[in-house]
Each structure stands twice: as C-alpha cells, then as structure tokens.
DNA sequence: CGGTCTCCCTACCCGCAAGTAACCTGAGGC
DNA sequence: GCCTCAGGTTACTTGCGGGTAGGGAGACCG
C-alpha cells in the first residue's frame, strides 16, 4: 500500500472525447433502460460511465438531449442491423422471414437497446415521442412496401379490409409486443419466436388450427 | 353581482367520500393520461377534481398508490367491456371477432383510460408494471384459451411452431399497437380496426394477397 | 520552459413538487 | 345547545436532482 496507490479521488484517466462519448451514451442507456426517463438520474449516469456529472452536460447536453442522443442512436443501430439482413431478390415472404430474424437478434443482443426505444420512449411526450415516431415511420414503410407490393402484384386495390399502412402496424405492433413478450420469458430461442409470427401474420390462424406450417425455403 | 355571489374562495361543497372519491380518480385519469405519471403533478390533479390536495393523500393515499388506482379501477373496466361483448357459443372466428370490437369499442369511449393503461403504465418500473401484467395476462389468458380450444379440436398438439400463448401475446400486442396508431388516425372507423386486425390474424397475408377477404356471418 | 487548449473535477445553487401540520366548518346525535 | 366527527382548507417544510461556476492538471507546440 504504497502512498501513490491509493485509490480514494480515482481520477478518470484522460481520453479523447470521441471515447468518452461513446461511453457516457452506454452509460445511459444502460441507467435509462434500467429506471425509465424521469427516474434515472444524472448523478448515476455519471457514475456509471465513470466521469463526472458535468462532462455528460459538456459533451452531450442536458438531460433531454442526452436521452435524444440516446433514442437516436439505438434506432439507427436497429433499422441498420434489420436492413442489413433483409435480402432484396427474395420471394415476399422470405424478406419478412430474415426481417424478423434480423430483429429479434437485434433485441436479444442489444436488450438495453431496445428497452430504451420501446418500453420507454413512448412515455415521455413532446420530443422523444417525434424522435420515436420517425423510426417507426421508417420501420412501417419497410413492412409496409412489402405489403403492399406483395398485394398490387396479385391486382389488389384499396379496400377496407386492406390497408397497406393498417396492416403494416399492427404487424410491426406485433412484432414489438412480441418482443416485449420476450423480455419475461427469455427461453424461448429468437428463430423460435421469429417463427411464431411468421405463421401467424402469414398463414393466419385459420389455416394454423388446419394443421398448416410455414416454413422457411431457400 | 351580489354579495354572495362573489365566487372567491369557492370552498368545495361537502359530499360523501364515494363520490369525492371518484371525481379524484376521474381527474387523476384525465391527468395522467395527458402528461404521463411523473410530469402529472398533484397539484394539477386536485385542481383538476376541484378539491384540494390533502383530500387526495387523505383518501387515495400518495401519488403512487393514487396512479395504481387509476390503473385498477380502468384495467377492470377494459377487461370487463371485452369480457361483455364475447359470446361464448358462436365459432372461435366470431369469438375474436366480437371481443376486438369490445376492445376498439372501449378505446373509442375511454380514450383516456387506454392512454394510462398503455401508454404510461408501462414506463414506470416497479409495481406499477406487476399490476399491468397481470391485466395483459388476463388478456392474453383469454385469447389464449380460445386458440389453443380451436387448436386443440383440430387435434394440434404442442409444436414449435404453434404456441398458444406465443400467438396470443403477438395478438393482444398487435391489438394494442393498433390502438397506439388508432390514436395518431383517428379518421378510421372502430369497425374498420377490428376488421384489418381480423382479416391479417385469421386469415394471413398470404391468404389475403391472393384477394380473399374475412367477413363477420351470423 | 511558458503558453494554451482540452480534459476533468469538487462543490455548490435552486426550483419544483411530494407530502404534512394545523386549523376551520357544518351536519347530526343526544 | 353542545360535542364530535367527517369533510375540507391554507400554508408550510423538505429533499431530490437538474444544472453550473470555477478551477486544476497533463499534453503538445513553440
């Protein structure tokens, strides 16, 4: 225990800024993803990311742009990894198929994430709820062309039974809530899931209690 | 303007702690709905209720156990209309049919109640989260029954790719995400809701893409 | 070796809203 | 008529947490 080896002020070692954003914005969604918006506290953020309060203000902004910043960046990190793993030349079906393979992988790795995005996000109206909305919006126009491209190729028109943009929702609402869904029962493996809503947006519980099976095909 | 006209202090006029008690938690509701539990502020509800603040920790208790309340008293509510409005004796498709209507129904009605249970509710960790649970998986026990009652009679046994309440936690989430985006849309008619969600989980995309369409019979 | 720029901290301010103490008042029983 | 108790209020305390002022220390350039 030599004198120098004290740990008592703990200074952080000095970084450049680049890095220690990227850990303060972990840091946050981490507590943010733990204790919701309100609750979360600046104090704690700091502490974890292992820095002092006032650089989080320095770097990123208050507490609202700090959550901002957050939101944004998971949301891209999301879209990204669902894009990337949907594949163009494929029959509809197996497009959805590798979306909804690509997303629950995204939630299942990046849980904190997600939790930040869906569970809280919603909650806290004004600029969050925007900033939630724009990548839903994106999310919904993916699954939305889909559908609808799906559905003018057969000569489908607008009827009431079949909205594009509806349909599209509630089967990305669906796939949320699945989601969700999962976070309490986390034995069950993300193809399984996955697999689940494949069959029932797909084949619909009508043909589903007829014995039928979607499977996936090369 | 006579003298005892002068509306200044306005000091409430005296009723039965029943009914005091649900104007506060009307407000309570009203309020919450609007600004979400944490901005929501005591002072706001009891402005709102028309009486003033110790009458609230006086009755319902401190802001925690007043939002639980609220979260109570309106969950019954819903899970009661959509209980209403099955009829237990028709075919399953008709079951589901009924109940989406109830549920639309209801959000129509109590827009606000939905925005608690939905909106808020899920945000604020600890026991607010446990009571929404409990209301889902009461929903989600509903649905489930039915199809895996509907499953079962076709001699499905349990697969991978069919679990009750997988399929009906996807469902109550498309349900309910729908209903977010009702909130955003409200151009569209209930009806017209419940017959998207019906047509996309009973019947499937691939079912509906090919131009079918599922229609309520009597 | 001095200037300066970036990184980083301790220590504080202060406003807002949850919760409470203490008191007022009218309605009914006896 | 007086006492009591439920209904109701004003005005206060208190603490938490967002946000900041002001200053220190290592690196790099000249």
Not at 71 to 86: D, S
Request: glycine share 8%; hydrophobic share 45%.
């Amino acid at each position: 225990m030599s004198e120098e080896a004290k740990r008592s002020p703990e200074r952080a070692k000095r970084l450049p800024r680049s890095v220690r954003e990227k850990q303060i914005l972990d840091a946050a969604v981490r507590v943010f993803s733990r204790y919701g918006y309100h609750s979360a506290s600046m104090d704690e953020i700091s502490d974890v990311a292992g820095v002092s309060k006032p650089m989080i203000y320095s770097y990123l902004g208050a507490k609202e742009d700090l959550f901002t910043h957050c939101i944004r960046r998971e949301a891209n990190r999301l879209l990204e990894a669902v894009q990337a793993g949907i594949k163009p030349d494929v029959a509809p079906d197996m497009q959805l198929w590798h979306g909804l393979r690509s997303f629950y992988g995204f939630v299942a790795e990046y849980r904190e994430s997600w939790i930040v995005l869906h569970r809280q996000a919603l909650t806290v109206g004004g600029p969050f709820a925007d900033e939630i909305n724009v990548m839903r919006s994106r999310a919904v126009a993916l699954v939305s062309t889909l559908v609808v491209s799906a559905g003018a190729r057969r000569g489908l028109g607008h009827q009431a039974e079949f909205s594009g943009e509806g349909l599209a929702a509630a089967l990305v609402g669906a796939a949320e809530s699945l989601a969700d869904w999962w976070l309490d029962h986390s034995d069950v493996s993300d193809g399984v899931l996955a697999s689940w809503l494949m069959n029932l947006v797909w084949l619909g519980f009508n043909d589903l209690v007829e014995g039928e099976v979607w499977r996936p095909v090369e």
